[in-house]
């Protein structure tokens, strides 16, 4: 049942949505993700000898790099990480987010960092313009703090893009990336590229290794996603047994593990010939 729980001291009041305003959101949300599926697309025809997996951390919490791409390296792999340079410092809901001296950690470990937008801009609550805006903010922050140094890939914050804003972002990065629950094969677009975000599959660990199975079998490109990788994990990340289990597996599968910047120079080096 869809609706709000409202606590008031010891008491728990479930409040239920009503059902048309249920419809419509259901509505809605379908309505958002087949448009930015199906619009404004970039498209790029997928070729590899090989399997691919990316995994990629949005907002950047100190314990996706401390933690988890600590278990990247050890495997040999880096990772992307998206940041917002507006809440460098901050603790938000997904954990103490990075401070300056990360950026320089990151970078020197091979790991790639990305753009989230400056202020974690919603992908489509945004318009287009504002949207755009927060990006550039955040491309000149990035300058101000890290001298000749420039994001390649995007990651869309909280929700699918609007068409428009994706036009927009083609503009400015090599790849922008999305949700999906899914790998990248055959046709992809780099407008919106799908990711598999680990935290929804938790407690399901056959789930994820039968995808990293199926990309092996289309030697796709599977975008992993989480935030932090933590023993106390926020709702929005995962416990660094799983996180670890997962790329042990990744790596065991014959996928080549790159960051989703080379990722997507080895694909369009494969496209021009």
Request: charged fraction near 20%.
């Amino acid at each position: 049942m869809i609706g709000e729980l409202e606590t008031v001291g010891t008491e728990r009041t479930f409040h239920p949505t009503p059902p048309l305003e249920q419809a419509w959101t259901r509505a809605h949300g379908y309505y958002q993700r087949k448009a930015a599926l199906w619009l404004c697309r970039r498209p790029l025809r997928l070729q590899t000898d090989e399997p691919l997996i990316s995994f990629s951390f949005d907002d950047f919490p100190r314990s996706a790099l401390y933690t988890g791409g600590e278990i990247l390296n050890r495997f040999g792999a880096a990772g992307t990480y998206y940041a917002c340079l507006g809440m460098m410092g901050a603790t938000t809901a997904t954990g103490e987010q990075f401070v300056r001296d990360d950026i320089d950690i990151l970078l020197s470990r091979g790991h790639e960092l990305g753009c989230h937008t400056y202020s974690h801009c919603h992908s489509w609550d945004t318009d287009p313009q504002t949207f755009e805006q927060a990006v550039v903010e955040n491309h000149n922050m990035l300058r101000r703090v890290v001298p000749d140094s420039a994001f390649e890939t995007f990651s869309y914050p909280i929700s699918p893009p609007r068409p428009q804003t994706k036009m927009r972002m083609a503009k400015h990065f090599a790849g922008c990336r999305g949700g999906g629950q899914t790998l990248n094969h055959n046709i992809i677009d780099l407008n919106h590229l799908r990711a598999f975000f680990l935290e929804k599959s938790s407690t399901n660990l056959q789930a994820v290794q039968d995808l990293i199975d199926y990309n092996r079998q289309e030697r796709g490109w599977l975008i992993f996603a989480t935030h932090d990788v933590d023993e106390k994990p926020t709702p929005y990340g995962v416990v660094p047994e799983f996180f670890e289990t997962v790329v042990h597996y990744a790596v065991d599968s014959g996928a080549r593990i790159l960051t989703v910047a080379d990722a997507l120079k080895k694909l369009r080096a494969a496209a021009q010939g």
